[in-house]
């Protein structure tokens, strides 16, 4: 995917970040809705908007499991690896 055009809404055909993760769980059989805040509505989830930087990563390093956990950011969604 590296070198792709970003295609918001899959604009121009292109992929979105929601749409990246929705091809990366449906290898492994997990359904993800098509865009990010229902994506990261649609399993227990935790907002982190009211942590510091430091607070967040020590969180996810905690309770985050590496390529399972999304991550929600500014009306973007990230795979956290």
Known sequence: ???????WGGLYLHRDCSL???DLFSIF?????RNSIAQLQSYPHQYLDK???SEKEQWLMKKGKPF???VGVQGHV???V
């Not at 059989?29 to 809705?33: D, K, M, R, S, V």
């Open 51 to 53: 942590m510091s930087p």
């Open 20 to 22: 990246v993760m929705v």
């Open 78 to 80: 990230a795979l956290y």
């Open 29 to 33: 059989g997990i359904h993800l809705p």
């Open 68 to 70: 399972l956990t999304l």
């Open 1 to 7: 995917l590296l070198g792709e055009p970003y295609g």
